[in-house]
């Protein structure tokens, strides 16, 4: 066999094995997206289940007790309860639903609440006090549901970091000068070492021994997936980190062009 003839063969095989490379890490994009929405079906039964527990008790109390003040009581705490119960479901509908790569404007702030809604009684149970600094800040052009997927992966994390609870803060900032908008999840947990830091977005990198109690972390793939995603939209991630000072993740993302808020 002459040289040129072994070194086509070889690009060949390059070739092939680079798309065998693309065609998995895109099924690992999909897999991850199916066990995100796993997890996510688990935590929101529960907090539905809650809503509902508090729905059939005071519907009883109310039935027991003939009472005026009883029953407004009774009404008045039946209505929240199912108003939350309502925005658990909006919220796991729209990010199951639009699961396409379409780019769309989005509102990073609600999309930070919608997300947050999911997550509120796991914040309450793990003492994680959740602070908003939201600045005025305008749309992005973003897949809403990556983008969902993006911060519940950084909002776990930073939960996990904490086990005996800490401080959850969320910062919207626009730079005018830049047109970018910057998300940040700042939390007070155990921080990372450089070590781990210089791995944290390696695929299957953990530092967890599994899923905890409710079903989540472990797999090493959450930083993975929001990389692959931030950068389909053409932003950046900035971490800093400090072992036992916590750590602070900014995803930053190119404002919507003005050719495409026309057309919203
Ligand atoms: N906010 C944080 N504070 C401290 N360490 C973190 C934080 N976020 C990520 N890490 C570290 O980076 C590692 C990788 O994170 P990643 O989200 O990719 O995987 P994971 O949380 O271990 O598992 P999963 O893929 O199920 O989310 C974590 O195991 C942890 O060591
Ligand atoms: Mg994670």
New binding site residues.
């Given amino acids: 066999m002459d040289s040129q003839h072994l070194q086509r063969q070889l690009d060949a095989e390059r070739a092939r094995h680079a798309a065998e490379v693309a065609a998995l890490r895109s099924q690992l994009l999909e897999a ?1 997206k199916s066990a995100t929405l796993g997890e996510l079906l688990g935590t929101t039964t529960h907090e539905f289940n809650n809503a509902l527990t508090t729905i059939l008790n005071y519907a009883r109390l109310g039935l027991r007790h003939g009472d005026q003040p009883t029953r407004d009581k009774a009404l008045g705490r039946i209505l929240s309860a199912g108003t939350r119960a309502a925005k658990i479901t909006a919220s796991v509908l729209s990010m199951a639903r639009n699961r396409t790569t379409r780019f769309e404007p989005v509102d990073i702030g609600q999309l930070v609440d919608e997300v947050l809604v999911l997550l509120e009684r796991e914040m309450i149970k793990y003492r994680v006090q959740v602070e908003r600094e939201f600045g005025p800040a305008p749309r992005v052009s973003a897949n809403p549901s990556q983008l969902q997927q993006v911060l519940l ?2 909002l ?3 939960r ?2 904490m086990p005996t609870g800490g401080r959850l803060i969320l910062r919207i900032a626009h730079d005018e000068a830049t047109g970018l908008v910057d998300l940040t ?1 700042r ?1 007070t ?4 070492t450089p070590d ?1 830091m210089r ?3 390696d695929p299957h ?4 021994s599994g ?1 905890d109690a409710t079903g ?11 990389r692959e995603i931030v950068e389909a939209h053409r932003g950046r991630i900035r971490v800093e ?1 400090a072992p036992g000072r ?2 602070a ?1 900014t995803i930053r993302l190119p404002m919507l062009q003005a050719s495409e808020r026309r057309g919203a």
Avoid at 205 to 208: G, R, S
Avoid at 216 to 226: I, M, P
Wanted: proline share 3%.
């Fill in positions: 991850r992966n950084l776990v994390n930073a996990q970091a999840v939390d947990g155990c921080g990372m781990v791995r944290m977005f990198f953990t530092t967890k899923p989540k972390g472990g797999s090493g793939l959450g930083l993975a997936t929001c980190s916590g750590t993740i």
